[in-house]
């Protein structure tokens, strides 16, 4: 049973450029969350999604950041003109959607950097 | 608002003694409370959690942790530390009574295991 995978792992980008990150959930899971983990700080909550609906983007900044999760196929964390403070480790979790109480299981990461 | 606070960024133990993790909390409501550790390069595992019920939960790899209302506290323990338990440990929260999914995390602390 294959766990939440993330693609890429590393990501190099140039300022101004964009940068998409994948993320499939666990099989049978229907939600999924970005977080954000700077270095040598815990994570950081950006956005809840369940399939073709965002549910909390409280932890989005409010420009340049968008996410998607549609009916088929992987979750989308997109990042349009980044800039050097993108650079960053960017987690997905999934939870199967089932019960209030549920865990979240995190992938490995997509490790951006900005140059 | 919530929180978290892990107040010792390192913890020092050799192997075969107890360890210990500490974790404390702030929620208006219900906490539910999770313990993760990240292995360099890694996503974060879930180990345990504490929802409602006995206040000792036992996790995965011999990891516990007991949860104490009137200290707010969610400290985890082991009772025989092992080298390869060496790795950053997080702790993280959510308000049961909210209904948000998002997940509140300490700034992690560092656990070593000397052989």
């Known amino acids: 049973n294959a766990g939440v995978m993330q693609n890429p792992r590393h990501l190099v980008r140039r300022r101004g450029q964009e940068a998409r990150l994948r993320c499939s959930p666990m099989k049978g899971h229907s939600h999924v969350y970005w977080y954000r983990q700077l270095p040598e700080e815990g994570l950081k909550f950006m956005v809840y999604?369940?399939?073709?609906?965002?549910?909390?983007e409280s932890g989005m900044p409010k420009e340049r950041f968008s996410a998607e999760f549609p009916k088929e196929g992987p979750s989308i964390l997109r990042i349009q003109q980044v800039v050097r403070g993108d650079s960053a480790a960017y987690f997905c979790?999934?939870?199967?959607?089932?019960?209030?109480?549920?865990?979240?299981?995190f992938g490995p990461g997509t490790r951006l950097l900005v140059l | 608002a919530q929180s978290v606070a892990q107040p010792e960024d390192q913890v020092n133990v050799a192997e075969g003694n107890p360890l210990t993790v500490k974790c404390t909390y702030s929620v208006s409501g219900n906490p539910y409370l999770f313990w993760y550790v990240q292995y360099p390069n890694r996503g974060l595992q879930f180990l345990l959690k504490y929802i409602t019920g006995d206040n000792l939960v036992k996790g995965s790899y011999g990891f516990e942790a007991e949860f104490n209302k009137s200290q707010t506290s969610f400290h985890l323990k082991k009772p025989s530390a092992l080298v390869s338990d060496s790795a950053l440990y997080f702790c993280a929260v959510r308000d049961g009574n909210t209904g948000r999914r998002a997940l509140t995390f300490g700034s992690g602390t560092r656990l070593q295991v000397q052989p």
């Open positions: 999604l369940q399939k073709e609906n965002i549910i909390d």
């Open positions: 979790a999934s939870s199967p959607g089932t019960g209030e109480q549920e865990t979240q299981y």
